[in-house]
């Protein structure tokens, strides 16, 4: 249970991204695309003057309202395309509950907020990135568990033959190597003291 409660507890501000590049709802689309390419990314936030996220242009955004309608990207605002309003969390949020926002959204990036200012973003593939180690770790405790049951726990005892007195028994269990009935386990344990 503890690496359960270790993924829950990891949160978005621990793999957002925390430069996030930034338009105003006026700046032509070919800004926001030079942008991205620049960049390397793969969406830019749209703010206002005040920094508040008020939309989110995507690489997809782009290529469905503009370049599908053959329109010039000088000749449109970043606020004709932008999908709006983004979608937040607070940093201090978890990932969990970042990708069932995303889920329940039908996205894959969520504004990151940190008292009232955007502070970042976080994306599927930030989540993403970190779930390997999520998961070694959630094995790794699932291991110690079930390593400690089976510690704890006996094997069923089975019917056969017994190796000492050879007569048949519905409760074989092994003992030091050989399946003994439990006449012949006492007698054993007996011995050895």
Sequence with gaps: MAALEIRSRMLVKDVMTSHVVTVTSDEPVSKVAQLLAKYEIGCVIVSTADDKPIGIITETDIV???????IKPSKIKAKEIMSAPVITINADQTINEAARRMSQN?????????????????SSKDILAVTPELIEIIQEQARIENQNITEEQETPPQAGYCDNCEEWSDSLKEFEGRFLCEDCRVEMAESEY
């Design 64 to 70: 469905k309202r503009v370049v599908a309608k053959d």
């Design 106 to 122: 039908n996205i894959r990036r969520l504004a990151v907020m940190h008292k009232g200012s955007l502070a970042g973003i976080i």
